[in-house]
C-alpha cells in the first residue's frame, strides 16, 4: 500500500517512522515550510521533514494546498506531486495545513486522520494541552476518516490512555505519540483487507481546543495532591520565573485560567472560563480539516524539564514581551557599552550628512513643495537619494507610479541590505526589524558589517550587535532629519536668485564635512576657507586657486615640522 505522509512536529514523525518501520511504501511527505528556530533564529526543517531527508522520501513544503488561495503555485505544484505518487491514502497527523476537498478526494482510500484526544472531546488544535488543564482522567487517540469539517469525520480507531498525576503535556505527548504510531498502522492493515469500520461521531459532549496562546503554551502538569477533590487542579510549570505583578496563564486559586473550550469533568459550569467572561464558548470553526498540533519539538527547560515548542513566546524563549519602544530608547540598548561605541564611530560622519539633510531641506521647500508637505517627506521617507530623485517628477506632476518606480529603483540597494541583515536580526520581534530596516543607512550599514563579519551565536553577543546598531543608526537619523528640517524651515529665507549655486555650495559642504575626519584635514579646511573669503575680490574665481594653494601649502609645512612622523602628525 502506498501511503502520503502530510505532518509537521515530533508527534507526526513518530507515526511516521512507524508506517516505515510497518513496511509501507510512501513515496511523498507534506510538511509545513522551514521555520526559523533555536538561537540564531535560522531556518530549520521541521522533524518530519528531517527524516524524509535522512530515508530519501520526496518532500513538499506548500504554504497552502488551495488553489485559490495566496500561493496558487505553490498549490498546484503539490497537487502534481501528490497525483504523481499515486498513493492509496494520505494519513494526516498534526499537519498545520487546511486540507481542501481535492486533496480529501484524491486518495481511492481518503485521508486519514491521528488526533490525540478521544472524539468529540478535544477537536481544534490543542488536545493534549487541553485535556491536562481540565483535569480529564483519561485522553487517548483516535484515527478518524477526514471530511470538510474541523475534525468531525467518522471515527475508525479509538484506543484511550489514563493520564497520571504526575503527566505533563510533554510526558503525554509522547505516550500519545507512541500510541498513534501504533493505530495508524493497525488501521492501514484493516483498511488493506477491508475491515475497518466507520463511526459517527457523538453529538453530545463536543469541545474546542483553543490553540495556546503566549503563556499558554508553557508546560501543563498536574497539580492536584491526594487531599484535594478531582477536577482541573492545574499548575503551570513556567519555563522561566514568574515575573512579580504579571498576569498570564496563572494558576489561581489551584485552578489554570487557561481557554479550555468545555469545563472538566465533575467542574461545575461555572468553572468554564467562557461562562465567567459572560460568553459562551466560541463556535467550531468549519472547513478546517488541519489536525491537532500537539508539541511540535520540544526544548529544554531551566528545570531539566521539557516543553512543546512552537506555540508563541515558549519557542522564542530569549525574547519574552517586550513594549513596544524605538530600538534606541530601550535600556538594554542605550546603557550598553556597544551604544556608544556606535555613536563614536558614526560621529565624523554626522556633520556631512547634517549637510546634505540641509541641503534636501532647502531643495524640497525650493522645489514647490509646502512646509507640511516638506516635512512629511523628511520623516516619512527618511532616503535623501529617493527623495532628491523624486522631487523633480512630484515638480513636473509626473504619474504616481513613475514616482512610486523611481524611488524604487534608486532605493533598491536597501533590499540587498536587508538580506545581508537578516541573520544578525531574526531574533528580534517582526516590528523591531522593522524599526532596524527603517532607521538604517548606507553608512550605518557599511560600518555595522566592516565591524561584525557574522550574526551573534548567544544572546550576549546579539545583545552587542543590535545596541551597536541602535546608536550608529540613531546618531545617522538624528543628523539628518534635524538638519533636513532645518533646511525646511530656512527656505523660505534664502533668497530666490541664490538657487543652484547655493545647493552646489551645500553640496560642497556636504563632501567636505564628511572627509574632515582628523585635526589636521579640519584645520586646512578652515584655512582654505578663510583664503577663499580674503581673495573673494579676485577675478574669475581665482579666490578657489588660492584656497587650493593655502591648504596644500599648510600640509606641506606640517609635514616638514614631523618628517619622521609625517603619519602622526596627521592624526592631531
Same mark, same amino acid.
Given at each position: 500500500?502506498?501511503?502520503? $505522509?502530510?505532518?509537521?512536529?515530533? $508527534? ?8 516505515? &518501520? @510497518? ?5 511523498? +511527505? ?112 483516535? /484515527?478518524?476518516?477526514?471530511?470538510? *469539517? ?12 489514563? /493520564? ?19 493505530? /495508524? ?96 464558548? *466560541? ?130 540597494? %536597501?533590499? +540587498? %541590505? ?12 517582526? !516590528? ?15 560600518? $555595522? ?20 546598531? @541602535? *546608536? ?18 530656512? &527656505?523660505? %529665507?534664502?533668497?530666490?536668485? !541664490? ?52 591648504? +596644500? ?20
Amino acid at each position: 500500500m502506498k501511503v502520503i $505522509f502530510a505532518g509537521t512536529p515530533e $508527534f507526526a514523525r513518530v507515526a511516521l517512522e512507524a508506517l516505515h &518501520a @510497518a513496511g509501507f511504501d510512501i513515496p511523498l +511527505v507534506l510538511t509545513q515550510p522551514d521555520r526559523p528556530a533555536g538561537r540564531g533564529m535560522k531556518l530549520q526543517p521541521s522533524p518530519v521533514k528531517q527524516w524524509a531527508l535522512e530515508h530519501g522520501v520526496a518532500v513538499a513544503q506548500p504554504h497552502s494546498l488551495r488553489l485559490d488561495g495566496r500561493y496558487p503555485e505553490e498549490a498546484a505544484a503539490a497537487r502534481q506531486a501528490i497525483e504523481a505518487a499515486q498513493a492509496d491514502v494520505m494519513v494526516v497527523a498534526a499537519y498545520g495545513l487546511i486540507l481542501p476537498q481535492w486533496v480529501l478526494d484524491t486518495p481511492p482510500l481518503g485521508c486519514l486522520n491521528i488526533h490525540a484526544s478521544i472524539l468529540p472531546r478535544w477537536r481544534g488544535a490543542a488536545p493534549i494541552h487541553r485535556a491536562i488543564e481540565a483535569g480529564d482522567p483519561e485522553t487517548g487517540v483516535t /484515527i478518524m476518516q477526514m471530511d470538510a *469539517g474541523l475534525d468531525t469525520g467518522d471515527m475508525l480507531l479509538l484506543e484511550k490512555l489514563a /493520564i497520571g498525576g504526575d503527566d505533563s503535556t510533554a510526558s503525554l505527548h509522547d505516550r500519545l505519540a507512541s500510541l498513534g504510531g501504533r493505530l /495508524i498502522v493497525e488501521a492501514l492493515e484493516l483498511a488493506a483487507c477491508g475491515g475497518l469500520s466507520r463511526v459517527p461521531q457523538p453529538v453530545e459532549g463536543v469541545c474546542y481546543a483553543h490553540k495556546i496562546e503566549g503563556r499558554g503554551a508553557d508546560r501543563l502538569a498536574r497539580g492536584c495532591g491526594a487531599d484535594r477533590p478531582p477536577g482541573p487542579c492545574l499548575q503551570p510549570l513556567p519555563w522561566r520565573p514568574e515575573r512579580p505583578g504579571r498576569r498570564g496563564d496563572q494558576a489561581v486559586g489551584g485552578r489554570s485560567r487557561g481557554r479550555a473550550g468545555c469545563p472538566g469533568p465533575g467542574s461545575p459550569a461555572g468553572a468554564d472560563p467562557e461562562r465567567r467572561r459572560g460568553r459562551r464558548p *466560541g463556535p467550531l470553526r468549519p472547513g478546517r480539516a488541519a489536525p491537532d498540533h500537539p508539541a511540535a519539538g520540544r526544548r529544554q527547560t531551566a528545570a531539566g524539564g521539557r516543553i512543546p515548542a512552537g506555540h508563541g513566546a515558549a519557542s522564542r524563549p530569549d525574547l519574552g514581551r517586550r513594549r513596544l519602544r524605538p530600538m534606541f530608547l530601550r535600556q538594554d540598548h542605550h546603557r550598553h557599552r556597544a551604544f556608544a561605541q556606535g555613536v563614536r564611530e558614526m560621529w565624523p560622519q554626522a556633520p556631512g550628512i547634517a549637510a546634505w539633510g540641509l541641503m534636501t531641506g532647502v531643495a524640497m521647500v525650493k522645489a514647490g513643495m509646502s512646509v507640511f508637505e516638506a516635512v512629511l517627506m523628511t520623516v516619512l521617507v527618511y532616503a535623501g537619494s529617493s527623495q532628491l530623485a523624486a522631487i523633480p517628477l512630484i515638480v513636473a506632476a509626473a504619474p504616481a507610479w513613475v514616482i512610486l518606480a523611481t524611488g524604487f529603483c534608486v532605493n533598491l540597494r %536597501f533590499v +540587498v %541590505f536587508s538580506l545581508h541583515m537578516r541573520p544578525y536580526l531574526m531574533h528580534l520581534p517582526r !516590528w523591531e526589524r522593522m524599526v532596524h530596516g527603517y532607521l538604517s543607512a548606507d553608512l550605518s550599514y557599511v560600518m $555595522f558589517t566592516r565591524r561584525y563579519h557574522s550574526p551573534g551565536q548567544d544572546v550576549a553577543t546579539r545583545l552587542e550587535q543590535t545596541a551597536y546598531l @541602535a *546608536g550608529n543608526c540613531a546618531l545617522n537619523w538624528a543628523s539628518w532629519v534635524g538638519a533636513s528640517l532645518v533646511g525646511v524651515a530656512l &527656505a523660505n %529665507f534664502i533668497p530666490t536668485q !541664490w538657487g543652484l549655486g547655493f545647493a552646489g555650495i551645500l553640496c560642497l559642504i556636504g563632501i567636505l564635512c564628511s572627509l574632515a575626519s582628523t585635526r589636521l584635514r579640519m584645520l586646512s579646511a578652515g584655512v582654505a576657507g578663510v583664503a577663499a573669503v580674503a581673495a573673494y575680490a579676485l577675478p574669475l574665481k581665482l579666490n578657489i586657486v588660492v584656497a587650493i594653494a593655502a591648504a +596644500v601649502l599648510l600640509c606641506l609645512w606640517m609635514e616638514r615640522l614631523s618628517p619622521a612622523r609625517p603619519a602622526a602628525a596627521d592624526g592631531r
